[in-house]
């Protein structure tokens, strides 16, 4: 991209400088680093690294408007599928993973017309995105692991099958407490799950009461997570590795009212998770 210089590379926050000249009319694209990793496929959750500016400074410097190296953890996000802007879409799927990747996108592939005021983008911004393309997860991501072998009675009945997708079949008979409960279901043989990280999550959600599954991930695109959120409730995954499954028993939650300036909170019914832990960043 003749107009637009990047210091920096893979992993290392870029500093981007773009010529005093009028900004692309149509989406533009430099490959900076070439990965040799996995391709980045239609429906993937694509997990990358980011610096965003608009093409014209503000103020008389370059107004970076969004960074995950600021923030110093990457971002996740479904690419190819809408769940971000169409320069995006357009450039990122087909690329490797570990690739650095230069963007130019006029208003019609990022925000419209409309902008986005709180980034401070106005309708006739045209941003520039250095990318870091760091790992993909398909819709049915799976990790490995060994199902143990002799679980504890008041489980639900299950299918089991490590790297499958895990499903309840029946509840009767059930335990259920007052407090979320946790067992594990299979050991994983990946790296050391991590509290600091951000964990890439399969989930499969049943009703306690009816044996209904509510929710799936599987097929369709991984939750991401904190960690540490999970391990609070998964506390069987502590010190466990990626590829584990947990079985997750949540206690029904009676409604709350509103008070003290937070909203009120509905009931929900007691629910059984089947969490994968299949990845983590």
């Given at each position: 991209m003749a107009d637009a210089s990047v210091k920096g590379g893979f992993g290392v926050k870029p500093v981007v400088t773009v010529a005093d000249k009028p900004a692309p009319s149509q989406l533009s694209e430099q490959v900076l680093t070439s990965g040799t990793g996995a391709t980045v496929a239609k429906g993937d959750t694509l997990v990358a690294n980011y610096t965003g500016q608009t093409w014209v400074p503000k103020g008389g410097k370059a107004k970076v408007f969004d960074s995950s190296f600021d923030r110093g953890k990457p971002a996740a996000f479904v690419i190819g599928a809408g769940a971000v802007i169409p320069g995006w879409d357009k450039t990122l799927v087909g690329k490797k993973l570990g690739s650095r990747v230069l963007l130019a996108i006029p208003p019609a592939d990022g925000y419209g017309s409309q902008g986005q005021s709180q980034a401070g983008i106005t309708g006739t911004d045209t941003l520039v995105f250095v990318v870091?393309?760091?790992?993909?997860?398909?819709?049915?991501?799976?990790?490995?692991?060994?199902?143990?072998?002799?679980?504890?009675?008041?489980?639900?009945?299950?299918?089991?099958?490590?790297?499958?997708?895990?499903?309840?079949?029946?509840?009767?008979?059930v335990k259920i407490g007052t407090k979320p409960t946790s067992t594990l279901l299979v050991s994983g043989s990946g790296a050391k799950i991590d509290p600091a990280k951000t964990l890439v999550l399969q989930v499969v959600q049943t009703d306690a009461a009816t044996g209904k599954n509510t929710q799936s991930t599987w097929g369709k695109a991984p939750q991401t997570v904190e960690a540490r959120n999970v391990l609070t409730v998964a506390n069987v995954l502590n010190g466990r590795n990626i590829g584990s499954r947990a079985l997750i028993v949540v206690p029904a939650i009676a409604a709350k009212p509103a008070a003290g300036g937070q909203q009120a909170q509905p009931a929900s019914p007691a629910q059984l998770l089947l969490v994968d832990v299949v990845g983590q960043f």
């Open positions: 870091d393309l760091i790992a993909t997860y398909r819709p049915d991501a799976s990790a490995p692991g060994t199902a143990v072998s002799k679980l504890p009675s008041g489980l639900p009945k299950l299918t089991n099958v490590p790297a499958k997708a895990p499903a309840v079949t029946s509840t009767a008979g």
